[in-house]
């Protein structure tokens, strides 16, 4: 995990001792890059201690939710936005299907956001082709479902098993192709538990996968 962690700042150690060269100073063009490349470095580190962060408060027992009222069909709308330039940069498709007539739950929206983003994030990162992912909420088993459903690379049944695992990470052949520290389906596991709620899933390999969300809906 440390690796993960060091890349990131190492780069950005390099990055802005370039910065503070004279001749790059007189060439805005070379300047704007090495900014590019600490302001997304820094990003990804953002992200990562994000990961770490979220994922230290469930193992210490520490997280108390804030309940407040939560129309998922509005807040999937809200997220997405954050995800269309990076699809639409991939010349991928997100679809929407809110066909919940009964969308409101209680929650902890900024868990709630996190779930998302995560099990969005997976959709985009593990995918092996031009991704189409699929939003649903639908109200089923007297509650609401939400799904959101790739045409990445699938996981075996192996795999499956252990998804939800802390630090799991499907092995793959070629060697941190992707980056990650295998918390984020932990996370959204342990999430979905103290909301009382429910997560499935359903894959194969080479066609894709469908996490699905099980909330009650707010009485
Ligand atoms: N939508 C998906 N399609 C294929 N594989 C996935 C998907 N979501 C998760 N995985 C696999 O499950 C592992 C664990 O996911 P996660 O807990 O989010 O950790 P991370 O993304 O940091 O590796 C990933 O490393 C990946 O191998
Ligand atoms: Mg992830």
Redesign the pocket.
Known sequence: MTHEFKTPISTIALASDVLMRDDIIQNPERLKHYATIISEENQRLKNQVE?VLQVSQIDSHKIALNLVEIDMNQLIQRIIKNFEPRISELNGKLELHLDAKKSKIEGDEIHITNILY??L???I???DKTPLIIVTTANKHRGLEISVK?N????SKQ?QKM?FEKF???P?GNLHD???????????KNMMKLHKGKITLQ?SIGV??M?TLWFHNKK
């Open positions: 990961s995560n099990l994030d997976n959709a990162k593990y995918c790739d990445g690379k699938g996981i795999s998804i799991f990470r499907v793959s992707v980056k990650g520290f295998g918390l984020g389906l932990f996370y959204v894959s894709g996968t996490f």
